[in-house]
T-cell receptor, first 111, second 115 residues
């Protein structure tokens, strides 16, 4: 069925290191892949997204890559800072109407 | 631009009761989606409305229903509440134009506790 798998569930890095979160989707009709950051007690917020006609997108310290053939997409955060600590959700949107979320990755950035 | 407004913020209900949650999307957004967030299950899709029509529905029992009004405001209703319905219910507004999907802006959510 429709599914988005996200790994790892927890990630701990040292400040300044890079963090990578990976997702796999099942529906080949998915064409839009957003990433959300949710800080403790707050609502999820869109941080970056990528569409199926693009392989990579970058915005300052964050970047997302998409491999349509393998149905993989990844979030890369470089030069991590303590304020990057949060739960990150990947998502895949199917046929414009249904967005399925991964289970989330809890990122800890140690100062 | 005002954000996505959800009311109420907190609710405590007893088993068997029913509840209605409200969401006002960003002005001009016609798409409203609802999600249930729990610590163990993440963000689970409930349904999406666009121009007063339900376009898709997740795998939730019929006790969960919703509707959207002509001003794009949406409500979701849960009848015969169960303890397992305790969760944060998030509404997401999107400026979906035709076949192009854009990201969500989430509301602050309604935290429902069933006792």
């Amino acid at each position: 069925g429709e599914n988005v798998e996200q790994h790892p569930s927890t990630l701990s890095v040292q400040e300044g290191d890079s963090a990578v979160i990976k997702c796999t989707y099942s529906d080949s009709a998915s064409n839009y892949f957003p990433w959300y950051k949710q800080e403790l007690g707050k609502r999820p917020q869109l941080i970056i997204d990528i569409r199926s006609n693009v392989g990579e997108k970058k915005d300052q310290r964050i970047a997302v890559t998409l491999n349509k053939t393998a149905k993989h997409f990844s979030l890369h955060i470089t030069e991590t800072q303590p304020e990057d600590s949060a739960v990150y959700f990947c998502a895949a949107t199917q046929r414009q109407v249904k967005t399925i979320f991964g289970a989330g990755t809890r990122l800890f950035v140690k100062a | 631009k005002a954000g996505v407004t959800q009311t109420p913020r907190y609710l405590i209900k007893t088993r068997g009761q029913q509840v209605t949650l409200s969401c006002s999307p960003i002005s001009g957004h016609r798409s409203v989606s609802w999600y249930q967030q729990t610590p163990g299950q993440g963000l689970q899709f409930l349904f999406e409305y666009f121009s007063e029509t339900q376009r898709n529905k997740g795998n939730f029992p019929g006790r969960f229903s919703g509707r959207q009004f002509s001003n794009s405001r949406s409500e979701m209703n849960v009848s015969t509440l169960e303890l397992g319905d305790s969760a944060l219910y998030l509404c997401a507004s999107s400026d979906a134009k035709g076949r192009r999907r854009d990201g969500y802006t989430f509301g602050s959510g309604t935290r429902l506790t069933v006792v």
